[in-house]
Nanobody
Framework: QVQLVESGGGLVQAGGRLRLSCSASGGTFLGAAVGWFRQAPEKAREFVAAISQSAGKTSVADSVKGRFTISKDHARNTVYLEMSNLSPHDAADYYC???????????????????WGQGTQVAVSS
């Protein structure tokens, strides 16, 4: 059974940076498409960033473009979300998700993912 665990959340001042990590147990990210999503209180979950199984393709939401970067370290079996220039609008619970697929696609819809972590909270003070 695959389990995803996020870490790296916390409280940061506006303009600051954080790096979130997503690790997998019971599976390797080598053949997995992985995505990050976030959900703020009383708001719908939204796509943040995604990376293909080869790590050769990425996609980020327009709202975070130029500030957030997704990457994959196959040796460490970890996917990272580097976040910079954070604003209070970025405060949310952040979730990583994964699906093992045969094609090198970037999956941007939550419905495309089978496995989800429990989330890590990001708070941004103004």
């Amino acid at each position: 059974q695959v389990q995803l665990v996020e870490s790296g959340g916390g409280l940061v001042q506006a303009g600051g940076r954080l790096r979130l990590s997503c690790s997998a147990s019971g599976g390797t990210f080598l053949g997995a498409a992985v995505g990050w999503f976030r959900q703020a209180p009383e708001k719908a979950r939204e796509f943040v960033a995604a990376i293909s199984q080869s790590a050769g393709k990425t996609s980020v939401a327009d709202s975070v473009k130029g500030r957030f970067t997704i990457s994959k370290d196959h040796a460490r079996n970890t996917v990272y979300l580097e976040m910079s220039n954070l604003s209070p609008h970025d405060a949310a619970d952040y979730y990583c998700a994964a699906n093992w697929i045969y094609s090198d696609l970037v999956l941007t819809s939550a419905a495309d993912y089978l496995y989800w972590g429990q989330g890590t909270q990001v708070a941004v003070s103004s």
